[in-house]
């Protein structure tokens, strides 16, 4: 693998197979191609990628299955949201130098056009490039509206989350603290369990990987789960049912216990208890509130002006390293939102 020529070449990694169980290294193909020359007469403008961002949901964009967006086609970058340079732009919307974000793929440049299915969106001048991928990035609209829009917590009610070392479930446990509510947590590992205590203000958090889950729910929500947020699914979403309050909800996000199953898996067992206690379980996409993205943005915003948010980035390096980074979400090695560094802005500050 070259290093690339900034000048003439455009590195890519391509969706070469769709997975089958486990997402592999194999699964994607190396490509060096010319770079792409866009129109600016037609207010395209060119950008170079300088972070990447990952997310579990980039599985399900892999498999060929209907869904809230196409699958990636095979044979084209794998997509992925990142944060650009724009190096050439007749736009004044996006002058060049101006830093934007975007779903730029896996691949150092790329044409971004205002009609695009999601337009460039230009970062705050003095933001950190890192900072729209994570803690003001899509993983925290995520939390804001399916715990605030979805969840609907009301001060004084027991909110559980799961994945709550994650770059949602993080955010989640802390809105639905500054909201009034008493939070518990369930994340994997002690450092991850003790990092949602310590920085993200969890009431208690659970240790999926030494503590039975549906034993410690039973201890330490005697009176039920008001609001259940979910990110895994499974057995993790199985418990949470067996103690969910009457008039319970339960916000679905994501599966992440089950992207890379090679077969999908039974279902919860205890769907019963939906009924018998009144409950609502309802799944959301982000993209849905698109038209209110500035409500989320101002109060995000005003909590980290307050000093009422954690959050962290695990940054990788190397463009030889982007399919490898991805598989780190999938192992539970990631602290914090997943992101890769391929380059610095050429105009710093």
């Known amino acids: 693998m070259s290093d690339g020529n900034p000048e003439t070449i455009n590195r890519q990694w ?51 299955a209907r869904s809230y967006i196409p699958p990636v086609p095979l044979g084209e970058p794998m997509r992925a949201v990142a944060v650009a340079e724009v190096i050439a732009s007749e736009n004044p919307a996006y002058p060049t130098g101006s830093l934007v974000q975007g779903l730029y793929g896996w691949q150092d440049y790329a044409v971004a056009r205002p009609d695009d299915p999601v337009p460039p969106m230009a970062l705050p001048e003095g933001t950190p490039p890192t900072m729209p991928l994570s803690i003001l990035g899509m993983t925290s609209l995520t939390a804001y509206f399916g715990l605030l829009d979805v969840g609907q917590p009301q001060a004084g009610e027991t909110v559980l989350v ?24 369930i994340a994997g590992g002690e450092e991850k369990c003790q990092w949602v205590r310590d920085s993200c203000g969890a009431d208690a958090v659970i240790d999926y990987h030494s503590e039975n889950v549906t034993a410690r729910l039973g201890e330490l929500c005697p ?50 208890y939906l009924v018998a206690r009144r409950v609502r379980m309802q799944g959301f996409i982000v993209m849905d509130y698109l038209d209110r993205m500035d409500e989320a943005m101002h109060d995000l915003m005003t909590w980290m002006g307050e000093g009422r948010l954690a959050w962290r980035e695990d940054i990788q390096e190397g463009f030889e390293n982007i399919p490898a ?21 050429s105009t710093p500050g």
């Open 162 to 185: 799961s994945g709550a070392a994650g770059a949602t479930g993080s955010v989640v446990v802390q809105i639905a603290k500054i909201k009034g509510c008493r939070v518990v947590g």
């Open 325 to 345: 980074t991805l598989l780190r979400l999938y192992d539970g090695r990631n602290q914090g939102k997943q992101l890769l560094k391929l380059a610095e802005p």
């Open 223 to 272: 009176d039920g789960i008001n609001v259940f947020f979910d990110n895994v699914g499974g057995e993790i979403l199985e418990a949470g049912i067996e103690h969910i309050a009457d008039f319970g909800r339960i916000v679905l996000c994501g599966q992440i216990a089950a992207y890379n199953d090679a077969e999908p898996r039974p279902g919860p067992h205890n769907m019963m």
């Open 14 to 64: 391509l969706l070469k197979r769709r997975p089958h169980g486990m997402v592999s290294e194999d699964d994607f193909e190396y490509r060096e191609t010319p770079l792409p020359e866009p129109d600016l007469a037609a207010g395209e403008i060119l950008v170079r990628n300088l972070y990447l961002g990952f997310d579990p949901a980039m599985r399900g964009w892999m498999t060929d």
